[in-house]
């Protein structure tokens, strides 16, 4: 087994520093190989080879690739395919995984010649250290038909495949889980489970964290269907490729026998593990969402609770606002009452007033002197002027309260017409059926004033004018 690494500025010839040397300069030739690939990094972009084209053909044409090999390694959504040729007897196989900077970007392309049994591979887009476990896990084989089987290399890839995508998988449930534990919630599949409470499990959740995670699960949960399915199909594919390699005879009977039925095994098996991984997806996608509507079920309970505690500070708000209100208004009264008179009194006390009366004559002794009093005679004048003036600021609030109330009353009934049309609907209900005894008329008659009195209270009418209008209208249902 001889592998290569070709980094992405260099251009190596085939012949040149791609030659095979083993010990005192001697190049071993291309028919005492049975195992030859070569490894290619990804490069900066994901649609361009790395290597350059002109370099690609080169090991294309000294390896033999099938024409298709460009085409299947730029390709973005993952394909595989298999050709048999009959006259030289060699498999050709292209594979290449969906595009993805989670799952990876790795391609295949091989070519097996059924006659030597030998192997040569180019490998395009292996990340990390995917190259390395690779050639570690070949040099640990000692036997030399380990290296003889065709489906060897398309195996790996498959299982390489199935490890990223059970990786991924593995992540989101990790961050399923943390979520569960922050929001509080039960971890759903577990019969006996005692909610942990944390050090910081009494703090309020940050919410806005939890549906951006919650979002990005979503997102990322939409690649494992694709992964997974195209990662079953190629297991399929792999299957019956390896079939027909048997039904080809390109294996003899009982050489590499115990590692061919191994691999098979291996690809069954890796195909099952992707159905299961297809199905723990859509349950990743059911709790994802269930989340996302606790969390936000969990944001309205919270408004809730906001909107029941305003609404209790408005309410004693509003109270102590009445009390206020009714307070003002008693001192406004009380204002109004002796505003009048006082100002009267204080217009009277002015000196341009003489109240003075003329001074009596002297009295030839006191004891016999008349008592003048303490109360004037124009006395009479303060009251002839102080209680009119308060009459006419009585009269003068009421009239500005009446136009007030009504002009109040008409923009409730602008601003709610829907509680005006119910109103109309209440004021004229259907007559019922068999009701020409005075008797049922009489109670349809009342049940017509009570509808619509129950229109009329919502519109708050307070005093006089709301007894008048209601009067009115009652007179219209007649």
């Not at 309260?401 to 109309?424: F, L, T, V």
Request: charged share 25%; proline share 6%; hydrophobic share 35%.
């Amino acid at each position: 087994m001889v592998a290569r690494r070709t980094a992405c500025n260099t251009k190596p010839s085939v012949q040149g520093e791609y030659g095979i040397v083993a010990g005192k300069n001697k190049v071993l030739s291309s028919d005492m190989l049975l195992l030859r690939f070569t490894s290619c990094d990804l490069g900066s972009h994901p649609f361009k080879l790395s290597c350059g084209h002109r370099l690609f053909e080169q090991i294309r044409k000294a390896f033999k690739l099938h024409a298709t090999s460009e085409e299947v390694i730029l390709n973005n959504n993952g394909a595989f395919a298999r050709h048999f040729f009959k006259s030289r007897n060699t498999l050709a196989i292209v594979l290449k995984v969906p595009n993805s900077v989670n799952f990876g970007y790795d391609a295949l392309s091989m070519v097996f010649d059924g006659t030597r049994r030998s192997t040569r591979a180019f490998f395009h887009g292996q990340l990390g250290d995917e190259y390395e476990r690779l050639v570690s896990s070949f040099q640990s084989q000692k036997d030399r038909s380990f290296f003889t089987q065709p489906m060897l290399l398309p195996t790996r890839l498959l299982l390489n495949h199935r490890l990223n995508t059970e990786r991924y998988r593995s992540k989101i449930d990790h961050t399923l889980h943390s979520t569960e534990r922050e929001i509080g919630y039960a971890i759903p599949g577990l019969l006996q489970y005692n909610p942990s409470r944390d050090a910081d499990a009494e703090s309020k959740p940050d919410f806005e964290r939890i549906v951006r995670q919650l979002h990005s699960c979503q997102t990322e949960l939409s690649q494992i269907p694709y992964q997974g399915q195209f990662g079953y199909d190629f297991g399929v594919f792999l299957g019956k490729t390896a079939l027909e390699v048997k039904d080809w005879g390109f294996l003899p009977p009982n050489d590499a026998h115990d590692y061919s039925e191994g691999l098979v095994h291996r690809i069954e098996f890796a195909t099952n593990l992707y159905s299961t991984i297809l199905m723990q997806s859509s349950i990743l996608k059911s709790r994802v969402q269930n989340h996302i509507n606790l969390t936000f079920s969990l944001i309205a309970q919270d408004e809730n609770k906001i909107s029941r505690s305003i609404a209790q500070e408005s309410a004693l708000i509003a109270a102590a606002s009445k009390r206020d209100s009714a307070a003002m208004k008693t001192i406004s009264v009380l204002t109004m009452v002796f505003l009048p008179p006082t100002f009267v009194a204080t217009f009277f006390s002015m000196t341009m007033f003489d109240w003075t009366p003329p001074s009596p004559p002297p009295s030839p002794s006191p004891s016999t002197s008349p008592n003048p009093g303490v109360t004037y005679t124009y006395l009479w004048v303060y009251w002839a002027v102080a209680l009119p003036l308060t009459a006419l600021v009585l009269i003068v609030w009421r009239v500005w309260w009446s136009i007030a109330d009504r002009r109040y009353q008409h923009e409730m009934r602008k601003e709610n017409p829907e509680k005006k049309k119910r109103g109309k609907r209440a004021k004229s209900p259907e007559r019922p059926a068999g009701s020409a005894d005075g008797e049922d008329e009489e109670h349809w008659a009342v049940g017509n004033r009570t509808a619509h009195r129950e229109w009329a209270f919502p519109l708050f009418r307070r005093g006089k004018s709301f007894e008048r209008e209601r009067g009115e209208e009652e007179q219209g249902d007649v």
